[in-house]
């Protein structure tokens, strides 16, 4: 079996990064190092050293966060210099059973499979799937599939950044995580260069995970699904259809919770998008 690492990203709640560690000290096959990535950079130190994984674990503080590919692409040296050819990557809200990492491995034991993922439940209702693989659209759009297509690994378009798991060298393939996008898409994107070098993401229904999955800002959905469809060559007539949706869909979520959505919002993103805008949304944008 192959050997993994495994980064956990972390913003301001030391209690769930608490958690995770706890939960990987578990794992059946555990794994040779830890990076823990402190998007904030405010993190207690003695959540890494109270872990049971404190003699494996490093800790990186990013307190400018520059996101979540940036914070995957700091684990690259660390692979490199040990030779580690998996890479295990969390986020702090992830929940998951010890047999995780074991399933996942196996998955990549395929030269095809680049990344495997796990089905993913809600953190607040286990009885519901959250995700059963990610798919995309003809026009650019990215959903949840909330129905496992088989009870075997099978191929998605991509899968949830929250748990999932890389082969690093399909990595490399791909010259790692595009650090353009900001907290949406950077899985989709991921996943869409692997299969352009002949690499499939998988998920892995008998890996059962959970996670509580927050709101995007319309904004950056927006902004980040135009930048992802300029890369995929998506004709600007089909990326305009595709917003449209969601830009609906999003006015359907918040008539029901009593909220209007800010069509500004919208907007503002759909011309970032288009003039190449990438990083952090700007200051008066950052809501959610």
Known sequence: MEQYATIIISYRHPDLLRSVLARLSMQTIAPE????????????????????????TQLVRRPDNPGYSAAVNESRPLLHARGISRLL?????????????????????????????????????????????????????????????????????????????????????????????????????????MKQAGLQTVVVPSAVAAQSPGAHPLYLGIRNMVLFAERADIPRWRTALGTVRRVA??????????????LSDAWRGWRDGRRGVSGPPPVELRRG
């Open 249 to 262: 869909e999003e006015a359907v979520f918040h008539a029901l919770h009593g909220r209007r959505p800010d």
């Open 33 to 56: 190092v830890v990076l823990v990535v402190d998007n904030a950079g405010d993190l207690d130190e003695s959540v890494i050293s109270e872990s049971p994984l404190a003699e494996k």
């Open 89 to 193: 990557v969390l986020t702090h809200d992830a929940d998951f059973a010890p047999e995780l990492s074991a399933q996942l491995l196996v998955a990549l034991d395929s030269p095809t499979v680049g990344a495997a993922g796990p089905l993913l439940q809600w953190a607040s209702d286990p009885s519901r799937i959250f995700s059963a693989g990610g798919r995309l659209t003809r026009n650019g759009r990215a959903w949840n599939a909330a129905t496992p297509a088989s009870d075997a690994p099978y191929p998605v378009d991509w899968v949830d950044g929250a748990i999932v798991m890389y082969a690093t060298d399909a990595l490399e393939r791909i010259n790692w995580l595009d650090e353009r996008y900001f907290l949406y898409f950077e899985d989709v994107d991921t996943a869409w260069r």
